[in-house]
């Protein structure tokens, strides 16, 4: 009965995160965003901000099946692994938290889009380039992977922690088809200049060439440091 139990839990998790995903690829795809720029544009102010908060909302299935009852544990962190795991976490969150300065938070949320009252679709998609961005086209998606896999785990956390992590790698993949519609040439130079997910010692901006790509796509001097 419990292996039964055990066995319908995982395969919910994974068909739950499964729709998560595809609704979420979706609702961020540009032909949606142009079908209704063009078929309802008086949505479209606040597009971003609904869109944010359906995908908070959505979340809570998922994260209900992955946390209603934790162990038997796979593994788990202890004695002087608790502190390393736990302190390396607390500075991805740090690394979250900094990097905030270098993006647009009322942009990012929607709130300026509904102030405002933006119709247009690309005005929701800016090149942002922080710090991190010299090292990594996706540092918060990097990040989240750092804090996923430094927890404890049991099978429906494993298999939350393993969803996720494909998804973040498809997905930083289909997010990079609408960042080379909106910035083209310079953001495939980027992408060849800069590892994905995974940082690497042969693939990072030094910190001119870091601030010459933030002013070429802005036209704005650059604080990159």
Known sequence: MFEA?????ITALVLTWLLYFVLHTALA??????????????????YRLGYNVLALLLLIPPLVLTYQERGPWLWQWTGLGFWIANGIAALAVVGLIWSLRWYDGAEFLGLRQWRN??????????????????????????????????????????????????????????EERKLIQYHGD????????????????????????????FSETTGEPSDIR
């Open 186 to 213: 310079v953001y495939r130079r980027y992408r060849k200049m800069v590892a994905g997910l995974i940082p690497s010692p042969r693939r990072f901006l030094s910190r001119k060439q870091a601030q010459r790509l």
């Open 5 to 9: 139990s055990a066995h319908f839990r």
């Open 117 to 174: 009252h933006v119709t247009a679709v690309e005005d929701q998609e800016r090149l942002h380039l922080s710090p991190l961005h010299r090292y990594v086209r996706h540092p918060w998606y990097s990040l989240g992977l750092v804090i996923i896999w430094t927890r404890d785990m049991d099978l429906p956390f494993l298999t939350s922690a393993l969803m996720v992590t494909l998804y973040l790698f498809v997905g930083s993949r289909i």
């Open 29 to 46: 795809s540009l032909r949606l965003k142009r079908w209704v720029a063009r078929e309802h544009p008086h949505w479209m102010p606040a």
